[in-house]
């Protein structure tokens, strides 16, 4: 009997599954609207039905994965549970003191996020630990005690605690955990040294506090969950995508929901990982252009580059450092921007043409959607452009009225004094230099040369635009895969189970206790395997990532460099400050190997390796993709100065070895790939496209 696995990755404007046959490779794909009212919904629709159409029952799944929005826009929605803060007497100010950075440093009118929780539900309660962890005065249990009972008075639904100096010694936020425990049983609580247990009190805190906020709301939402897809016979536990790009038991996130705030976006970059991995290069950045935004990440000699930490906040996207609220986790490296095809463009106070950060969404969406949209968004300007079949939009099963996307497109024209295909062109280049931009920031910035790199495209809108980018920034090679609008659900299956841990570490490398580094460690790894252990993971399957936060001497912030994954030696220290002067080069273009450096904290990643799915291959075709050809239409290309004849390719019906010249289109289910002009697309044994220039 064959088994299936099922991915599901729920977006802003759609909800898409992927169920693969783990004998076959071969997938089913579904792609449905949103529910953003309850997103369960979206979930169980799009299950319910992958199931009916393949006939496959509900008890033959195997595999059950979920990334999802809801942790994120509980928090930026501002619906996020009643919580209040416990910290350290004189020191509950934390969250409204916060840090000095700024988004606008100049701007004297600039105002601060509003704290997490409100000042009137952080409470401090007297017990104080010295830098060492040492007690300098016991925790005062009866003013806990009181404390509780303030909480109760104000209706508290989930309790943060961060108190000083808790990453050394977590042993009074453990005991003021018990005593709430004691007088507000049904309380959720969440104590910084369990999820953050590292220096800067700030950060910790508001990790913290986002967890206690988002976790009544995550815990009801997967539970939900968990009951309809038992009533509907799937008996495997679910599991969610983390921040990280790893893979983690409904029940770990249940208890730390702030590793699911990034959940989405990073299913995307893993999926490129292992795309890239499938034609032979471990370089690549990933596009993902969906109906609302565009994230673009980088995997670099097949590792994806982590963050330590980010900001989380409904202006965190549009402003710049400063303008969110800190989360102290590890998350894939991402660059978010408001470039998606319901992004709606507009005229600024000055005249000038712009495209986004606002977006039409699931409803009303782009005006050609037919929902009262009368401003023109991407989607409309590449309706106009002639880029996307009216009749086949998702497969046939919505329709688009090109009329309804001229006449947005002609309404902002008029008042900018253009054509309406010269103001839809103008409208495709302004997004793609948006998105230029955040290339640049995802590489250059990063220290990396996108001309290095395999640009993998995919979201309904990217396969669109890739190419035009590529161009732009000279990168040689575009992959689109098949069906790339679910690609971030296909993510899901292909990553592994993964938990990072951090200790708070802090010794000059030359002195470094090499007894207490081992034993950390060590402790570290036996807490993530049971961890794993209890996921169902088995011992051979599970392998550990070992990593030092080092920064020089005096240095205000760290890298994060990887170091051998056993104990170490007196003679690795000079083999560890070496890897940290190569990334502080790297990262900084310098680095002075004559200064001391110092570790801060120690940090492992335990990960449990799941089977591999394997993709279906494709016929061998002769290399002449003419039996493919659906039909022909104008498309418009700006580097041709208007309209010119398009072959339009249907996917499905193409083979491996099969070669397109541009200019040409190719139409599937839940996308439509641009081939410009002088450009060639060659489809491989895996049915992706590699797209690159097609000039001697």
Known sequence: MDSYRIGVDIGGTFTDLVMMNESTGELRLVKMASTPSDPSVGFLNTVERALSESKVAAADVSYNVHGTTVATNTFIEGKGARTALVATEGFRDVLEIARQIRPRLYDIFCEKPKPVIPRNRCYGVPGRLDYAGQVLSPLDEESVREVAGRMKEAAVESVAVCLLHSYVNPSHEKRVRHLLR??????????????????????????????????????????????????????????????????????????????????????????????????????????????????????????????????????????????????????????????????????????????????????????????????????????????????????????????????????????????????????????????????????????????????????????????????????????????????????????????????????????????????????????????????????????????????????????KIEIPGRDLTDGDKRTVNAAFYKEHERAYGYADDTEPTEAVALRLTAVGRIRQPRLRRLETGTGDAVDAVKNERPVHFAERGGAVPCKVYDRYRLKSGDRIMGPAIVEEVDSTVVLHPDYQADVDLHGNILIQDGQP
């Open 182 to 559: 004691e007088e507000l049983p049904g309380v959720f609580l969440s104590i910084s040294s369990d999820l953050c247990p590292e220096m800067r009190e700030y950060f910790r805190a508001s990790t913290t506090a986002i967890n206690a906020v988002v976790m009544p709301i995550v815990t009801r939402y997967l539970e939900n969950l968990e009951n309809r897809l038992a009533r509907l016979g799937v008996g495997v536990g679910l599991h969610l995508m983390t921040s990280a790009g790893g893979v983690m038991a409904s029940e770990v996130a249940k208890r730390e929901p702030v590793h699911l705030i990034e959940s989405g976006p990073a299913a995307g970059v893993i999926a490129t990982r292992y795309l890239g991995d499938l034609v032979g290069t471990r370089d690549v950045i990933s596009f993902d252009m969906g109906g609302t935004t565009a994230k673009l990440g980088l995997v670099e000699g097949g590792n994806v580059k982590i963050a330590p930490h980010f900001e989380v906040g409904s202006a965190a996207v549009a402003e710049s450092k400063g303008a969110g609220y800190p989360v102290r986790t590890p998350v894939v490296d991402l660059v978010e921007i408001g470039a998606g095809g319901g992004s709606i463009a507009w005229i600024d106070p000055g005249g000038a043409l712009r495209v986004g950060p606002r977006s039409g969404g699931a409803d009303p969406g782009p005006a050609c959607y037919g929902k009262g949209q009368k401003e023109p968004c991407i989607t409309d300007a590449n309706l106009v452009l002639g880029r996307l079949n009216p009749d086949y939009f998702i497969g046939g099963e919505q329709t688009l009225d090109p009329e309804l996307a001229e006449a947005a497109v002609r309404g902002l024209a008029g008042r900018l004094g253009l054509g309406v295909v010269e103001t839809a062109n103008g409208i495709i280049e302004i997004a793609n230099a948006n998105m230029i931009g955040a290339v640049r920031t995802i590489s250059v910035q990063r220290g990396f040369d996108p001309r290095d790199f395999v640009l993998v495209a995919f979201g309904g809108a990217g396969p669109m635009h890739a190419n035009g980018l590529a161009r732009e920034l000279g990168i040689p090679k575009v992959l689109i895969p098949m069906s790339p609008g679910v690609t971030s659900a296909l993510g899901l299956l292909v990553s592994d189970i993964k938990h990072d841990y951090v200790r708070a570490f802090h010794q000059h490398i030359d002195s470094l206790d090499l007894e207490l580094l081992n034993r950390s460690f060590s402790e570290l790894a036996e807490r993530g395997r049971d961890v794993l252990f209890s996921e169902g993971i088995s011992r051979e399957d599970i392998t550990f990532a070992h990593y030092l936060d080092m920064r020089y001497v005096g240095q205000g912030y760290e890298l």
